[in-house]
């Protein structure tokens, strides 16, 4: 590495990146206020869909504000951790609002782990509350703090003012702790604030527009952060977030169905789910007319080799795909790259891409020191 070469990757780019972190609007609000305020721009706008039924912005904001006011009668406030144990569905988002506008950050147990992991996290965290539903009592049989449950206790909730409590969170406040998958030693909680999501969303919005016309599906579990992205992605923007009940999440065919009749515009997808919407139309052919217009990639390495019969049938262009590269600990996404058809017969480098406009990547070797560019 040449003097030069040294400057240009450690000053030159250090310097472009902090132009770009000045140009990004950074939100000192919640995500719950941030929340609050797309709902007074579109009160009756649908938020969340679910097989036949809907909730609107604002019928969403009261019912998680009921449950916002139940829980800080329970002691919920700026930094307390509720755990959430829920099958996926309308009530999973009122439960994640609700805690995070009483002030608390949610942490996500999916009932499909193992009763062993789902103890250990409970333990780690200290959660003073648990919100469930009756069928997943057995779940986390030995808890010994509040539990709630939203269904055995909707008529309890419901006699809760639905108004937008007053409570000051901030961005530098706790939002969630997602628990890394264990491959070495015990399974971390990763802490993440609320300031670390929506400075993702500002830092990527020039790159994909988001907007009240799009159309998201909740597809990943709640407790892998791709869910981050789809949730907030489609709710601080205004759009509809369909939530994919599990059973088709693993059924390509249903799935793809859904993605028609839904009208689904943004796609997140790891590379082997998508690979399996990639053969259901190589075995059938394009069944439906599709409204996408972003396929985002995470989650996993990406092979460029397996996206050939899609790129064949629908071009690069609409949906555009995207890689992108991130960990829990850095809030989902860390870099991105748009992947074009020029990819599969040009050797493209790292599809890893390039940092999103606020953040910078390195690359060392085993002395931690900045290898030459190539």
Not at 64 to 78: F, S, T
Not at 135 to 156: C, F, Q
Not at 191 to 215: I, P, S, W
Not at 329 to 357: F, Q, Y
């Amino acid at each position: 590495l040449t003097v030069e070469e040294r400057e240009q990757l450690l000053i030159c780019e250090d310097g472009f990146h902090a132009k770009a972190q000045r140009k990004t609007q950074r939100r000192k609000e919640s995500l719950s206020r941030l929340f609050e305020m797309q709902v007074e721009r579109s009160p009756n706008a649908v938020a969340v869909t679910f097989g036949n039924g809907s909730l609107s912005y604002g019928e969403l904001n009261s019912r998680a504000n009921q449950l916002a006011h139940y829980l800080r009668e329970l002691g919920v406030g700026p930094e307390a951790k509720v755990g959430i144990c829920m099958e996926r569905g309308p009530e999973m988002v009122v439960a994640l609002l609700g805690t995070l506008k009483a002030g608390g950050a949610y942490v996500p147990l999916d009932p499909a782990y193992p009763a062993q992991r789902l103890a250990f996290m409970v333990e780690d965290t200290q959660m003073p509350v648990l919100l469930s539903e009756r069928s997943l009592r057995n779940a986390i049989p030995d808890y010994t703090g509040k539990r709630v449950e939203l269904d055995s206790d909707a008529d309890l909730i419901s006699t809760y003012s639905s108004a937008n409590l007053d409570v000051q969170t901030s961005a530098d406040n706790l939002a969630y702790v997602i628990y890394t998958s264990g491959s070495t030693g015990n399974p971390k909680g990763v802490l993440v604030t609320h300031g670390n999501v929506t400075r993702l969303f500002d830092a990527t919005q020039d790159e994909f527009q988001f907007n009240e016309n799009d159309v998201w599906t909740f597809f990943h579990s709640f407790a892998f952060d791709f869910s981050v992205w789809e949730i907030w992605g489609a709710l601080l923007y205004g759009g509809r977030l369909v939530i994919v009940p599990y059973l088709v999440s693993r059924s390509p065919g249903d799935f793809y169905t859904l993605l028609h009749t839904e009208q689904v515009t943004v796609l997140n997808q790891t590379p082997s789910s998508f690979l399996q919407l990639i053969k259901l139309e190589k075995d059938h052919g394009p069944t439906h007319d599709l409204t996408l217009r972003l396929v985002i990639f995470g989650g996993e390495a990406l092979d460029l080799q397996t996206l050939r019969p899609w790129i064949a049938d629908h071009g690069d262009q609409k949906p555009l795909l995207v890689n992108m590269y991130g960990i829990t600990e850095t809030t989902v996404h860390v870099t991105w790259r748009e992947i074009t058809a020029k990819d599969l017969t040009e050797a493209p480098g790292s599809v890893v891409g390039r940092p999103i406009p606020d953040l910078q990547v390195y690359v060392l070797d085993a002395h931690r020191q900045p290898v030459p560019i190539g």
